[in-house]
Nanobody
Framework: QVQVVESGGGLVQPGGSLRLSCRVS??????????IEWYRQAPGKQPEPVAT???????NYADSVKGRFTISRDNPRKEAYLQMDGLKPEDTALYLC?????WGQGTQVTVSP
C-alpha cells in the first residue's frame, strides 16, 4: 500500500524560504523508477502542478515558480523535496506530493508579512 506524507510547511514572510519534504512508503512499487510530483491547492481552487522530477532526475516547473523553486529526490531515503526560495503571497496554498497518483494530506504554506 502506497502512503505519502508531506512536511515542512509553515508561515513565512515574503522573500523567505521553506523546504518541503515528501516521504513515500511505496508498497510493492519501486520508488526509483517513478516520477514524483508536487502540486498546490489554494482555497477555492483546483490543485495545480508545481514541479515534477522523473526517475532520471529530469525536472519540470510551472512558469510561476521557475527560478525560485527546486525539486529534488533521494532514492535511498524514498523522499522528495521542494526547496522554495523567494516566496510570494501568491504561493500560499496547501502543498501536496503525488506518487503513482497517491497523495498525502498536504502541508500548508502561508506567505504573509
Amino acid at each position: 500500500q502506497v502512503q505519502v506524507v508531506e512536511s515542512g510547511g509553515g508561515l513565512v514572510q515574503p522573500g523567505g524560504s521553506l523546504r518541503l519534504s515528501c516521504r513515500v512508503s511505496t508498497g510493492i512499487f519501486n520508488f526509483d523508477i517513478n516520477s514524483i510530483e508536487w502540486y498546490r491547492q489554494a482555497p477555492g481552487k483546483q490543485p495545480e502542478p508545481v514541479a515534477t522530477i522523473t526517475s532520471a532526475h529530469v525536472t519540470n516547473y510551472a512558469d510561476s515558480v521557475k527560478g525560485r523553486f527546486t525539486i529534488s529526490r533521494d532514492n535511498p531515503r524514498k523522499e522528495a523535496y521542494l526547496q522554495m526560495d523567494g516566496l510570494k503571497p501568491e504561493d500560499t496554498a496547501l502543498y501536496l506530493c503525488s506518487f503513482r497518483n497517491s497523495w498525502g494530506q498536504g502541508t500548508q504554506v502561508t506567505v504573509s508579512p
